[in-house]
């Protein structure tokens, strides 16, 4: 649910959690969390001990107006000027926090689409492997899921299947392939009505990448030649 944008500030916060593709409870989170680091970095640098009680400290934002402040249990301890400088400072946590959240959302949409077919476009070649727009994300095809002998080229249009998420050196990675048995078995489904609906299913697969596919298909209706389907 968006925050009521009736400051500036408010509809910063706004605009972020739309762009960004993740709840305003994230943004509101983020901020909460960044004015506290602003908070204790602000009493630093007047020369201030750090309370020790810092850690029962909350921050908490008014909804309506965007206002932070930081509180003691039910006590207002905010400083004067304080929301200025808690903006300054909590604009780099901010952004993390939100581009933590939006890859988070990423892969969440990407996990439920793992053993589907897309289409996607050739994006750029990095050593060996291809990464391809898959829409919101860019999927790794890997040299292990490549076609023998398939020559891509960037801005070309592919059918892929997402293999799965895994953990790569940048983080976690959608992994495509255009060798996956699956592959072909998606592809039929999309062209084929009877396997769509169920009348024929695809028993088994045998790929050759590149150069030959057998498949075993059974109908599950009289009169339905899986074969001529």
Do not use: C, W
């Amino acid at each position: 649910m968006a925050i009521q944008a009736r400051t500036e500030f408010a509809a910063a916060l706004n605009q972020l959690a739309s762009e960004k593709g993740v709840d305003p409870s994230v943004v509101i989170e983020a901020v909460e969390q960044a004015a506290l680091a602003a908070y204790r970095k602000d009493l630093s640098l007047r020369g201030d001990e750090i309370p020790e009680d810092f850690d029962t400290l909350t921050a908490k934002i008014d909804p309506v107006t965007g206002e932070i402040f930081i509180m003691r249990g039910e006590e207002n301890v905010t400083p004067p000027g304080f929301a200025r400088i808690a903006a300054q400072t909590a604009k780099q946590v901010i952004m993390q926090r939100l581009n933590e959240a939006e890859k988070g959302a990423i892969l969440e949409e990407y996990e439920k689409k793992v053993g589907t077919i897309m289409s996607g476009v050739v994006q750029r070649q990095e050593g060996s492997a291809f990464f391809v727009d898959i829409g919101r994300a860019e999927g790794i095809l890997p040299p292990s899921e490549q076609v023998r002998d398939e020559y891509l080229h960037p801005t070309q249009r592919i059918k892929i299947y997402i293999k799965e998420i895994r953990e790569g050196r940048r983080g976690p990675e959608v992994v495509v392939s255009r060798s996956d048995a699956n592959l072909v078995k998606g592809l039929f489904a999309m062209e084929v009505p009877e396997i769509a609906s169920g009348t024929v299913t695809v028993r088994d697969i045998a790929r050759e990448a590149g150069s030959r596919t057998k498949i075993s298909a059974i109908s599950t209706a009289d009169g339905v030649d899986p074969v001529g389907s």
